[in-house]
Every structure is written in structure tokens, then in C-alpha cells.
């Protein structure tokens, strides 16, 4: 009984990851869109999160089993800070920033190459196993993803690249600082994330619009509620369960996939296509995630409760 408890767990660990994946493969196009109204990155980072904020707010009057579960978290209030400046301010305003100053299939690549270090804490920490499918599938991944980048000729944006490395680290750090602290109730969670996220996001905003409160055009309001309701809460919720039903390491290793949703996204869209050098990176990163997703290599995963 146990057992298939664990299994499942497992996949709905891994089915979360790889629908988290899916939802942030879009916060590039929806940038894209964002900047192309005149929106500057630091109003996106910061608004996006706002909105977010208001939106799980509003659940928050309604609900009053809501409301109980975010007061009882008032207790991890200093965990909560942590995880928020980690996920969000630094994911949100470094990885915004990259992608105003690079293109959308480098930079989605780049925030996840700092994977790694996830794995290796993970591994080191909380003593999940490095067996040989996982090492082999991290190897897959991310030779998949660098061929995918490199097959389209990307030109190098080295500024581009470093934001989006500080935003991956953070990242990266808050799916390890997830399943350390093991926070209880994802969603009543996301409102302190918020909360803190916004404030902190305040500040290079306020600074960068020379301490002036600018407001986002009206024809790029779509694209901000868009970046706020999916990839922001909805992947970001994602996310945060499949830490609880998932190693962290197998997590990270998942949502590397968001560069190859992000290219096809990129093709259908914009019609862009990728040459035969991507496609084998693509063929690389679906099979290193299928030999991750299917391994029986259970005995690592530990049972955890359901929020």
C-alpha cells in the first residue's frame, strides 16, 4: 500500500514539474509582448507580482479556510522571507531583465543551467541518491538544451546571459530551500511569497523609474495579468508541489524542459523553426526526461503529505 502511495506521490511530483515547465515557457513571449508596448523590465518584474498578489488577496476575503492557513503560516514568516527573495525577487527581476536583453530560447536555457547546483545540494544535503539514470538524464538534458540553443545561432548577449544565470541561481536555490524547510500549504505560501516579493521587487523599481511610480500602458495590461496568473501563480504553485511529492533534484531536472516548450512556442507563434542541430537537442532533452520520469529507482523518494 505504502509503495503505491510512493509511486504515486512520484508522479504527481513529476507531472507538476513538467506542467510548471510548460506555463514558465511562456513568460518569454509574453515579455516579448510586454516590451513591445514600451513596458521596461523592471515595471514588468514588479507588476507582474503585484498583480499576482491582488489576485490571491482577493481568494483570501472569500475563503476563510484560506485565511486560517496563511495566518498559521505566520509562524514560518523567516522561511517564507528567504524563499521569497530567492524565487521570486531574484528569479523574477533578474530573469525579466535577461530577457530584455537577450533572446527567449538563451535565456530560458540560461536561468535553468544553474540547475545543477540543485542536484549537487540535493544530493549533499538531503541525501537524495545520485544514481546513474539521474546523472545520465542531467548529462541529456543539458546537452540537449545547449544543442537546442546553439542549433539556432544564437549570438552571445553576455549581459543577457549573466542575469539570467542570478536569476536561475536563485531559482535553483529556491527548489532546494523548498524542500528543506517543507512549508506547509503551497497556496497559502504563494501569499507571503507575494507579499515579500512585491516589496522587494518595489525597490529597483522605484529606483530605476528615478524614484517615480510609473504605470504600465493600457494596451500591455493583457500581457502582465497573463504573466501574473499563469506562469507567475499557477507555475510557481506547480512547483512548490511537486517539491512535496518529488525529489528536488528530479524537479529541477524536469522543468529544464521549458526551452524546448519555449522553442515551440517560439515556432508556432513567430514561426520560427529549428534546424536539425535543435531538433536533436530536443530529441536529447525528451529522452533524458523520459528515462528520468520512468526510472525505478523509487527507493530514494521519501512519502510525503498532500497539502
Not at 530573469?95 to 547546483?117: C, H, R, V
Not at 536561475?168 to 528543506?180: A, C, D, E, P, V
Not at 532533452?285 to 521519501?302: A, P, R, T
Amino acid at each position: 500500500m505504502f509503495e503505491i502511495l510512493r509511486k504515486r506521490s512520484h508522479a504527481i511530483g513529476i507531472l507538476c514539474a513538467v506542467l510548471a515547465a510548460i506555463i514558465n515557457s511562456s513568460i518569454g513571449i509574453l515579455n516579448e509582448f510586454a516590451f513591445s508596448k514600451g513596458v521596461k523590465y523592471q515595471d514588468v518584474a514588479f507588476y507582474k507580482t503585484l498583480i499576482a498578489f491582488i489576485i490571491i488577496t482577493l481568494y483570501l476575503v472569500i475563503s476563510q479556510q484560506f485565511r486560517a492557513q496563511v495566518f498559521y503560516l505566520r509562524k514560518r514568516v523567516k522561511e517564507l522571507l528567504i524563499l521569497s527573495f530567492t524565487g521570486v525577487f531574484c528569479l523574477y527581476f533578474f530573469e525579466t531583465w535577461a530577457f530584455s536583453e537577450s533572446n527567449i530560447p538563451l535565456t530560458a536555457f540560461m536561468i535553468y543551467a544553474p540547475g545543477i547546483i540543485t542536484v549537487i545540494l540535493s544530493v549533499v544535503f538531503l541525501k537524495e541518491r545520485a544514481t546513474l539514470k539521474m546523472l545520465f538524464s542531467v548529462c541529456m538534458v543539458f546537452v540537449g538544451c545547449y544543442l537546442l540553443v546553439a542549433g539556432n545561432v544564437v549570438p552571445v548577449y553576455g549581459e543577457g546571459i549573466l542575469y539570467a544565470f542570478i536569476g536561475g541561481l536563485g531559482y535553483g536555490f529556491f527548489i532546494f530551500l523548498s524542500k528543506i524547510f517543507k512549508i506547509e500549504y503551497a497556496f497559502a505560501a504563494l501569499w507571503w511569497c507575494f507579499l515579500f516579493g512585491s516589496i522587494l521587487l518595489f525597490i529597483p523599481y522605484y529606483y530605476l523609474n528615478d524614484y517615480k511610480v510609473i504605470f504600465f500602458p493600457l494596451n500591455s495590461m493583457i500581457y502582465i495579468v497573463l504573466l501574473a496568473a499563469f506562469p507567475t501563480i499557477l507555475g510557481f504553485l506547480l512547483t512548490m508541489y511537486a517539491v512535496r511529492h518529488a525529489p528536488a533534484s528530479y524537479v529541477q531536472i524536469l522543468e529544464t524542459s521549458d526551452p524546448l516548450f519555449a522553442s515551440v512556442a517560439a515556432y508556432i507563434i513567430f514561426s520560427q523553426t529549428l534546424s536539425n542541430i535543435s531538433l536533436h537537442g530536443s530529441a536529447l532533452i525528451l529522452i533524458g526526461l523520459f528515462i528520468l520520469s520512468f526510472s525505478k529507482k523509487n527507493k530514494e523518494l521519501k512519502n510525503v503529505n498532500d497539502f
